[in-house]
């Protein structure tokens, strides 16, 4: 079977897109024992920074590449560089079995950028093809891709490459705004005869979460989600589960500890309880809604 291509993004920064895409890609591998790759499309490399020690990073991008190897294919570059080599998954995990990465890379900024000496004519297919032709699909039972929180290129390279999407969000208006603007580029896309984005939006997940859904301005908010039906149903689908704010997921991150490797205990026991119901309603809805093959 083929692998579902499920990307998190958020036009807005700070939702917790990066920790819910390494968080669920692990609960996936450890609890559901899928095989599961981590694609890190954002050029602030945090997925990548959180799972490997920084240390290694530059010598292991060197020897198994990045993101990069996917939108750049000029042979002779290619061998300048090794970091334009076609990318090999690394262990994203001491621990995990199936969990596996492809590097993130700065360098895809300058790619974007075209400076002088890039390669010109980027493909925003790149990513797509890339899965593809390496040989990803087969191999994986889930790729989960985190991306940048800007309607930039590689945004659009990931919606592109995804068969679905999911939409982390922190519980305040400008956050939900973002939400909002992601619908509109993916309206527009979704709409374009050169675009033509096929993945299916699985619904909005809350993250960073304080107790302030009965406040008042907690209760607008839920009305603005769930009056935003513009864009289809699914698309504002709020997650019955939600990331709670624990100060202790942040430190791990430093640490390179994922949530499901913390002592259970106050906080942390209850953000590995909505990690649970978060990822068990994710694999519910794609089963709901079959993986485009276009
Ligand atoms: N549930 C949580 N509790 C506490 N801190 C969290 C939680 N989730 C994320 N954080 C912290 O909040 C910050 C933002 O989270 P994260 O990097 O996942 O967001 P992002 O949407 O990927 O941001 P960006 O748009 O910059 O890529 C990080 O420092 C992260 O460690
Ligand atoms: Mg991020």
């Not at 990548?48 to 020690?53: C, G, K, Q, R």
């Not at 580029?185 to 909005?204: E, M, S």
């Amino acid at each position: 079977m083929s692998a579902s291509i499920i990307c998190f993004a958020n036009i807005k920064g700070g939702v917790g897109k990066t920790t819910l895409t390494i968080n669920v890609a692990h609960t996936l591998a450890e609890e559901w024992e899928q095989r599961v790759l981590v694609v890190d499309m954002d050029p602030q490399i945090n997925a990548t920074t959180a799972l490997l020690p920084y240390a290694e990073t530059e010598k292991i991008r060197r020897e198994s590449g990045s993101v990069y190897g996917f939108f750049s294919k000029v042979d002779n570059l290619r061998a300048m560089d090794p970091n334009l080599l076609q990318p090999r998954p690394v262990k994203a995990a001491p621990t995990g079995k199936g969990f596996d990465l492809i590097l993130g890379s700065l360098d895809t900024a300058f790619l974007e950028l075209r400076l002088p000496g890039e390669v010109p004519g980027l493909n925003i297919n790149g990513l797509k093809n890339g899965l593809q032709t390496g040989g990803f699909l087969d191999q994986y039972d889930h790729i989960l891709i985190d991306t940048p929180p800007t309607p930039s290129f590689y945004l659009v390279a990931s919606l592109k490459a995804a068969s679905h999407f999911a939409i982390p969000t922190r519980f305040d208006h400008l956050s939900i705004q973002g939400a909002g603007l992601l619908g509109r580029v993916y309206q527009t896309l979704r709409d374009h005869r050169d675009y033509a984005i096929t993945a299916k939006p699985l619904g909005v997940i809350l993250t960073l979460m304080q107790n302030d859904a009965q406040t008042t301005q907690g209760r607008e908010i839920l009305e603005e989600i769930r009056n935003r039906a513009d864009l289809g149903d699914d698309f504002f689908h709020l997650f019955e589960g939600s990331l709670p704010l624990c100060a202790a997921i942040g430190r791990a991150q430093i640490e390179h500890r994922l949530i499901r490797e913390l002592p259970p205990r106050g906080p942390v026991k209850k953000a590995q309880t909505q990690l649970l119901r978060i990822t068990n309603e994710l694999s519910r809805r794609l089963r709901g809604s079959a993986p485009v093959t276009a």
